[in-house]
């Protein structure tokens, strides 16, 4: 799937929603003869496919954004158990292949990070390595971010993820020291051995398309272009 990008994350409200409307942003404003899709194929509870609905002009049906979609904002195993359904990861792989072969550029937000549960028995990790999903992990700057980082590549590595890069993502007002005391890139390559493709800044107004694209200029879109 070269053309299809994972968003993850080291854990819930890392940052994978925004880079993921940032990612979007920036494609549409400088790639606009090209098409773009965008998936959460997971969701508990309301959310980024409304925002995603919301923000874009997206050629495709909330139920092709999500597949499968449970009312509480829980796990996955137990969102869907509250609702006596089952986790259907079939016609999620089928929607994905569908909008994967009529995108030039597919985005795929997941749920939580990638050691989040899927089912009983898979990970966000499990699938992604399975499925073979080029993989973007967002990383907040915060104290004990390196080490988070370090267990997300390891968890990674053992399930075979192709992990292309790291994203920091300020998550509140941080200043050019914060970022390098908390989350210093060299530390963090030297650590892992992926590259740090940027720093997404804390923006007050996230919906603002023309802001988002502006913080997209400044990611490594080398990587990110697959």
């Known amino acids: 799937m070269s053309n299809t990008l994972l968003i993850t994350g080291t854990d819930t409200g890392a940052g ?7 990612l979007a942003a920036y494609w549409r ?5 090209s098409s773009l899709g965008i998936m959460k194929p997971i969701q508990s509870g309301v959310g980024d496919r409304e925002l995603y609905h919301a923000l874009f002009t997206l050629d495709q049906s909330p139920d092709e954004t999500t597949p499968l979609y449970f009312k509480a904002p829980l796990a996955p195993p137990i969102a869907a158990a509250k609702e006596n359904r089952t986790i259907d990861l079939a016609l999620v792989w089928q929607t994905l292949l569908k909008l994967q072969q009529r995108r030039d550029f597919l985005l795929v937000e997941s749920l939580g ?3 989040s549960p899927i089912t009983h028995e898979l990970t966000v990790a499990d699938l992604a390595g399975e499925w073979r999903l080029p993989t973007i992990l ?3 700057v915060r104290l004990g971010a390196i080490a988070q980082v370090v267990a997300n590549v390891a968890l990674a590595r053992q399930a075979k993820v192709n992990l292309r890069g790291i994203v920091l993502n300020c998550t509140q007002p941080r200043f050019d020291e914060e970022i390098a005391d908390l989350t210093p890139p060299e530390l963090i390559q030297s650590f892992t051995h992926i590259p740090v493709l940027g720093c997404l800044p804390y923006l007050e107004e996230p919906t603002n398309l023309t802001k988002l694209a502006q913080v997209g200029s400044n990611l490594d879109w080398e990587i ?3």
């Open 29 to 33: 404003k400088y790639r606009p003869q």
């Open 224 to 226: 990110l272009s697959l």
């Open 113 to 115: 990070g990638l050691g």
């Open 138 to 140: 967002v990383v907040p």
């Open 16 to 22: 994978k929603t925004f880079l993921t409307t940032v």
